[in-house]
């Protein structure tokens, strides 16, 4: 069997390292175009931010590869025929494949303003991205940022390490409102504006303008005021990266069309990780799903398929984490940015704004269906086993000790965080904690 992967990405990788370890016999080849080897792409931020070197971010040594006799082709592949089983490279020979895995990931998504060609701005998705960066904001004073969500912090966070004047756009009218409860986006863009972040909500760009050398000096907003700019960071989004996909005529939406077994609708060829769109994603799921640890679980759940052990993708309780800057973030369930019905949420805050916790629970039988964590790093088995074994809000609060990754942290805070609880919802009975003298 030659099992053909595109992508080197934690996806692909973790395919093809599965089905080795599950196929010990078949031939596997891994074709990226962007880097020789294999990076963790959520470490790109800390290559700018001087904290780690390249060598740092490479999960594998280079002589793993060979070791585990997984052929490494650095090119890009430009099509697919999916009768003849062959995939196109752009300089080498044709692959012939057996089996056929797509984690080609996602490209930057821009609106397409006026002027975003000019030298000088940018998405930030990849090793070409952090290049063009970080020689384009060499010495610059000014940079602009336009777009909230998680990349869009990083690039705020990198510009300001190096003394560059941020100014960041958002269109809505608070941070990260699609994913965000308006408690947790308030208290982050606080925390923003104290990093000396000049951060603008409600405000939309409307076109990016240019010196006479084709470079970016400035961008317009829509209500026509000026800002100056040596660099513009795009961040607005990520979209699935469906240029292979579609020219092999693979059927696609918002990304590559799969069934449960993340097969295409090509016989032997599959697609995993940021690319991939579930035709059927279970309730409450998502249908693309851009994380790192879903593309290693996607990956890993396709190499089975691909090794003659078909294995249905269930992602399991939803997790995700972030930094802003220093205030770290997790969020673990379903915490909707909206009020839903049904649904009771008990939202904490500590009044220095730099905590804050709110667990959600349904009203109906009190299990507790998602948390929120800024500044309060919180034990992920232990959230799993509550929101799998739909533990009551009072059980959690009770045992609230035994999810906290710093349990110095906890004595300070968990006997404030129950109070709170109970006199906002003092129908409800709090467990005493499990541990006398715990809490303080
Ligand atoms: C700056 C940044 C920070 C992030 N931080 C986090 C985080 O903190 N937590 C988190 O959960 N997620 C984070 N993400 C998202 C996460 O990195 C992605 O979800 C994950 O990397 C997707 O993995 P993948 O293997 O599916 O695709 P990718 O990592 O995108 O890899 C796909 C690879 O395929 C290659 N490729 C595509 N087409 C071809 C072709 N035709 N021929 C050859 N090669 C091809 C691409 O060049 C790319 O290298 C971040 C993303 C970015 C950009």
């Given amino acids: 069997m030659h099992l053909v992967i595109i ?5 692909g990788v973790t395919a093809a390292i599965t089905a080795r370890r599950l196929a010990p016999d078949a031939r596997i080849t891994l074709v990226a175009a962007e880097s020789a080897h294999h ?5 790109l931020m800390y290559l700018y931010l001087g904290h780690l070197r390249y060598a740092d971010v490479k999960p594998y040594a280079d002589w793993f590869w060979a070791e585990n006799r997984l052929e490494l082709v650095h090119a890009e592949a430009t099509g697919v025929d999916t009768a003849a089983r062959t ?9 012939a494949y057996d089996q056929l895995l797509l984690a080609t990931g996602s490209v930057v998504r821009t609106p397409g303003w006026p002027g975003q060609g000019l030298r000088g701005v940018q998405g930030f998705i990849g090793l070409p991205d952090l290049e063009r960066m970080s020689r384009a904001t060499q010495g610059i004073r000014h940079a602009v940022v336009v777009g909230g969500g998680l990349i869009g912090v990083e690039l705020a966070e990198m510009l300001h390490s190096r003394g560059i004047r941020v100014t960041w756009l958002v269109r809505e009218a608070r941070y990260w409102q699609s994913v965000l409860p308006p408690e947790e ?26 010196d006479a050398q084709g470079r970016v000096r400035a961008v317009a907003t829509t209500t026509g005021q000026e800002l100056p700019a040596e ?3 795009l961040a607005t989004g990520v979209t699935p990266n469906l240029a292979l996909a579609r020219a092999a005529g693979l059927a696609t939406d918002r990304g590559i069309l799969v069934n449960e077994l993340l097969a295409t609708s090509a016989p032997g ?6 690319c991939a769109q579930h035709r059927q994603p279970a309730p409450g799921e998502a249908a693309v799903e851009q994380l790192w640890y879903t593309g290693r679980m996607q990956g890993e759940t396709v190499a089975h398929t691909l090794c003659g052990q078909p294995t249905p993708y269930r992602r399991g309780a939803w997790f995700n984490s972030a930094k802003f800057f220093n205030l770290e973030y997790q969020t673990y369930g379903r915490v909707p940015a909206q ?15 730099q905590h804050l916790l709110r667990l959600n629970f349904r009203e109906a039988d009190q299990a507790v269906t998602g948390v929120n964590a800024l500044g309060l790093r919180q034990r992920q088995d232990v959230w799993e086993r509550w929101l799998r074994d739909k533990t009551s809000i009072g059980t959690v609060l009770a045992q609230l000790a035994a999810a906290n990754f710093d349990p110095e942290f906890g004595r300070q805070h968990e006997p404030a965080i129950r109070r709170e609880f109970e006199r906002q919802f003092p129908g409800i009975a709090v467990a005493k904690p499990r541990r006398k003298g715990l809490f303080g």
Avoid: K
């Fill in 7 to 11: 992508g080197n990405g934690i996806t």
């Fill in 39 to 43: 990076y963790a792409r959520p470490a």
């Fill in 87 to 95: 995939v196109q490279l752009a300089t080498g020979p044709t692959l």
């Fill in 185 to 210: 986006s308030v208290m982050l863009e606080a925390h923003i504006r104290r990093h000396d972040i000049d951060f603008r909500t409600s405000t939309e760009l409307g076109e990016v303008l240019g």
């Fill in 231 to 233: 660099w513009v960071g």
């Fill in 269 to 274: 060829v599959y697609a995993a990780g940021d």
């Fill in 339 to 353: 009020p839903e019905a049904g649904l009771a949420s008990f939202c904490w805050q500590h009044p220095n704004g």
